[in-house]
């Protein structure tokens, strides 16, 4: 009887301490949690560059030089603009066409300046082509007028028409009377002062002007 008392209480006391150990020891299954936390990076399609700023450009000669030359075109634009504006009633002016006796009065002038340049180079504008006149007491022709003009070997100081007449008789004609005075020195040395009376007879044709006839005559 003691015997199988005995052995109860010892199984008893086995058991006791087997559920006691089992108590003692953590679970194979339970994890003690960590204290570092990791962090699975995201995918490389959902990271987000970092994109450095942009250095700011520094402001360099070469944008001021470029500046420069656009305040330049400017300024030449606004004085071109002002200059046209000043000289646009010049402009008008010239561009007025000229009455047929103020454009035989020009042809008169233009003649007498081109005896003391000794010009030859106008002539055949003025004078037409079947031209006759009396100059210097001798028959002239369009040919002999200019070689007059190459052939005068005198220095002018002056030489002006100091009075025109001019008339129209019709729509193609105009008769020029007047008073020319040339000033210098001849070939040979000798100061002269000369004064003429004229008549010129102009026609117009195919819209030009040209001298057909001259009497030239010396006075003292």
Not at 57 to 73: F, G, I, L, R, V
Not at 134 to 145: C, G
Not at 177 to 205: I, P, Q
């Amino acid at each position: 009887m003691k015997s199988i008392i005995s052995f109860l209480a010892i199984t008893t006391l086995s058991l006791t301490a087997v559920a006691f150990a089992q108590e003692e020891s953590p679970s194979p299954t339970e994890e003690k949690p960590s204290a570092t936390v990791e962090e699975t990076p995201a995918p490389a399609s959902e990271q987000t560059p970092v994109v450095a700023p942009a250095p700011e450009k520094a402001s360099t000669p070469m944008a001021e030089k470029s500046a420069a030359p656009a305040e330049t075109k400017k300024a030449t634009a606004a004085a071109k603009s002002e200059s046209s504006a000043a000289n646009a009633p010049a402009a008008a002016k010239s561009s007025k066409k000229m009455s047929p006796e103020a454009s035989v009065r020009d042809m008169e002038n233009r003649w007498e300046a081109a005896v003391m340049t000794h010009d030859a180079s106008a002539i055949p504008t003025f004078v037409a082509a079947d031209f006759m006149g009396v100059y210097k007491n001798k028959f002239s022709t369009k040919s002999s007028v200019i070689s007059q003009f190459k052939s005068d070997k005198d220095t002018y100081k002056s030489a002006k028409n100091e009075r025109l007449n001019v008339k129209m008789y019709g729509p193609n004609l105009i008769v020029v009377t007047g008073r020319t005075r040339e000033k210098g020195t001849s070939k040979d040395g000798k100061a002269f002062d000369h004064s003429y009376l004229f008549t010129d007879t102009w026609m117009g044709r195919g819209g030009q002007w040209q001298c057909v006839a001259s009497q030239v005559a010396q006075i003292k």
